[in-house]
């Protein structure tokens, strides 16, 4: 990858796990200074130690990125001892049901991860990046987002809010030299995916994970490091002309089915 992140500061929410482990590494391997916020504290330090093999720099806060008043204390802290140019809001879970299966208090839970963490964490980071008149949010969407996905209706709902939020962040701070774009994945082999079938699906683990490996016209879910690619490249000075848009990675779920 020729995408250097050197001399950068990122921010990736999740970073613990899946797509946003992947994210912090390559980043890292970049030569950004990585900061992962994620709510699993154990697992953010295995991320933390794999890029410390690497020879690079990273550090885990523990942070649940729906709690606002430890959003901004976090990055208060890391924009006082630095220049914070990247945000990746890729902290997210999802949620199985059609309308009248979703709860009150699943759409609660849903509503503060998927959105507010998003919200909390541009809100915190904006007015760093406003000063230094340049900075980069990438947000993880969905394909979801765009055509909504049946039988997941709380979780298509949040995440097409991170579609319009991504668009509204870039239209208001064009003018900042703030650029927001987001990443929506056909399915991603994660232990988010993992989770998600063995919960949902006792017992059929295999042929579940075979049946939505098909629901991708390529034939099989996507790497998290073929996300993270993007993710680089987004975040890189090379997209510096890229913003207010959307890119799906999703194998030709939304456009050849
Ligand atoms: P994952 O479950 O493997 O990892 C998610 C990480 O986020 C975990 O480390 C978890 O601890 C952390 N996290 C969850 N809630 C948090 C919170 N409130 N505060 C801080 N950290 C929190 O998930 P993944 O598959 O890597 O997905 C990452 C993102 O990509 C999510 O936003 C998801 O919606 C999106 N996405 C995933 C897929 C997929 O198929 N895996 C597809 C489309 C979009």
């Known amino acids: ?61 523990t942070c649940d990125v729906s709690n606002q008043e430890k959003v901004n204390d976090i990055i208060a802290q890391i924009g006082e001892n630095g220049s914070l140019d990247i945000l990746v809001n890729n902290a997210g879970i999802a949620h199985v049901g059609n309308i009248e299966a979703v709860s009150e208090q699943d759409l609660d839970r849903l509503y503060n991860i998927n959105i507010k963490g998003v919200y909390n964490c541009s809100k915190a980071i904006i007015p760093y990046m406003k000063e230094k008149g340049h900075g980069v949010i990438l947000n993880l969407a969905s394909v979801a987002s765009s055509v909504g996905i049946s039988d997941r209706f709380a979780y298509s709902m949040t995440k097409g809010a991170v579609l319009t939020m991504t668009y509204s962040i870039a239209r208001d701070y064009v003018e900042y030299g703030i650029r927001s774009n987001c990443i929506s994945p056909g399915r991603v082999h994660t232990p988010f995916v993992d989770g998600f079938i063995k919960k949902n ?50 194998g030709g779920f939304i456009k050849l089915k």
């Open 1 to 61: 990858m020729k995408f250097s992140l050197k001399g950068k500061t990122a921010i990736v929410t999740g970073g613990g796990s899946g797509i946003g482990k992947a994210i912090s590494l390559t980043f890292a391997s970049q030569d950004a200074k990585v900061h992962i916020l994620d709510f699993d504290h154990a697992s953010s330090l295995e991320t933390v130690a794999e890029i410390n093999k690497l020879g690079k720099h990273a550090v885990a806060h």
């Open 201 to 250: 699906y006792p017992g059929n683990e295999a042929e579940m994970f075979e049946k939505l490996s098909k629901t991708q016209p390529i034939g099989r879910m996507a790497n998290p490091q073929e996300i993270a690619d993007l993710a680089l490249f987004l975040c890189s000075d090379e997209a510096k002309f890229i913003t207010g848009t959307d890119y799906p990675i999703d």
